[in-house]
């Protein structure tokens, strides 16, 4: 019972404060040319309405952000927010194991807005914040099992120490990852004033796209913050749907509130399982 009340109880913490047999079992991607025509063919579809999008049963996606392991003296949100390697190359073994795959933001976005197909059990993965070793530690253990994860980017912190670098940012991307856009430094988006919009969505997608050499068209709000008024200002940059955390999605604009859970360091495999079903009503 206490354990029960454990879990639970790190649940709500989680949701209200803030805010993947050895696989090298060889799996064919999905080739560029065929990914191409589902999405022309869901996109030959009418878009849905607000109502419809929110009906629509909801894909776990999960959160991640520092992939290591604790230090003596960490504090309580350093232990919430870290996974350890060896947590996280069970986590995705068992994700496997299930029968879980995952797919990619485009994927999402033509399942939500034109009722395209999705895999029977599909999960996303994303990463937050730039960490480097999301991509030395996470993405190896990712590609085990052909897992592709998006990769929300803080532009000020490419190249610099412990995070990740351009060369790095292009190895995921060309290898079928999705780079995406996080701010310039992570200020709340519901705080933002004047040139904020421009400096925190416009660059950040640029220096992306220069990056990457495709477009980013997928935003995460840091912290999962978002209020009503960053809704016309992500459109108008040209970001197609945007990721919160557990706050509820808006009822008029559901794809610029997406839902994503954090992973917390403290649970087991079984209960980020558990955390998976009980979010996102997978029952």
Same mark, same amino acid.
């Given at each position: 019972?206490?354990?029960?009340?454990?879990?639970?109880?790190?649940?709500?913490?989680?949701?209200?404060?803030?805010?993947?047999?050895?696989?090298?079992?060889?799996?064919?991607?999905?080739?560029?040319?065929?990914?191409?025509?589902?999405?022309?063919?869901?996109?030959?579809?009418?878009?849905?309405?607000?109502?419809?999008?929110?009906?629509?049963?909801?894909?776990?996606?999960?959160?991640?952000?520092?992939?290591?392991?604790?230090?003596?003296?960490?504090?309580?949100?350093?232990?919430?927010?870290? $996974?350890?390697?060896?947590?996280?190359?069970?986590?995705?073994?068992?994700?496997?194991?299930?029968?879980?795959?995952?797919?990619?933001?485009?994927?999402?976005?033509?399942?939500?807005?034109?009722?395209?197909?999705?895999?029977?059990?599909?999960?996303?993965?994303?990463?937050?914040?730039?960490?480097?070793?999301?991509?030395? $530690?996470?993405?190896?253990?990712?590609?085990?099992?052909?897992?592709?994860?998006?990769?929300?980017?803080?532009?000020?912190?490419?190249?610099?120490?412990?995070?990740?670098?351009?060369?790095?940012?292009?190895?995921?991307?060309?290898?079928?990852?999705?780079?995406?856009?996080?701010?310039?430094?992570?200020?709340? $988006?519901?705080?933002?004033?004047?040139?904020?919009?421009?400096?925190?969505?416009?660059?950040?997608?640029?220096?992306?796209?220069?990056?990457?050499?495709?477009?980013?068209?997928?935003?995460?709000?840091?912290?999962?913050?978002?209020?009503?008024?960053?809704?016309?200002?992500?459109?108008?940059?040209?970001?197609?749907?945007?990721?919160?955390?557990?706050?509820?999605?808006?009822?008029?604009?559901?794809?610029?509130?997406?839902?994503?859970?954090?992973?917390?360091?403290?649970?087991?495999?079984?209960? $980020?399982?558990?955390?998976?079903?009980?979010?996102?009503?997978?029952?």
């Amino acid at each position: 019972m206490k354990s029960n009340f454990a879990f639970v109880t790190l649940c709500a913490i989680i949701l209200t404060a803030c805010h993947s047999a050895n696989s090298e079992t060889k799996k064919t991607p999905i080739a560029k040319n065929t990914e191409k025509a589902e999405s022309s063919a869901a996109q030959n579809k009418p878009a849905a309405d607000a109502a419809t999008i929110l009906a629509r049963k909801q894909v776990p996606i999960l959160c991640y952000h520092h992939i290591k392991d604790l230090k003596p003296g960490d504090g309580p949100m350093t232990k919430t927010y870290s $996974v350890s390697p060896a947590h996280f190359a069970e986590q995705m073994k068992a994700l496997k194991d299930n029968g879980y795959e995952t797919i990619l933001p485009l994927q999402l976005y033509n399942y939500l807005l034109y009722g395209g197909s999705l895999p029977a059990k599909p999960v996303i993965l994303s990463f937050d914040d730039t960490d480097e070793e999301q991509f030395s $530690v996470a993405y190896p253990e990712m590609k085990k099992y052909g897992f592709k994860g998006i990769f929300f980017i803080m532009t000020v912190s490419i190249n610099r120490p412990h995070y990740m670098t351009k060369e790095q940012l292009k190895t995921l991307s060309d290898d079928g990852n999705a780079v995406e856009a996080h701010t310039w430094d992570h200020h709340m $988006v519901t705080k933002y004033q004047g040139e904020d919009w421009e400096k925190q969505l416009v660059q950040p997608k640029k220096k992306i796209e220069e990056i990457t050499g495709k477009s980013a068209d997928y935003f995460a709000y840091p912290f999962g913050l978002w209020n009503k008024a960053a809704f016309p200002e992500l459109k108008k940059a040209g970001y197609k749907m945007a990721f919160s955390l557990a706050s509820k999605r808006d009822s008029t604009q559901p794809l610029y509130t997406v839902r994503r859970m954090i992973v917390a360091g403290q649970w087991s495999t079984p209960s $980020v399982l558990k955390a998976m079903k009980e979010t996102f009503h997978l029952d």
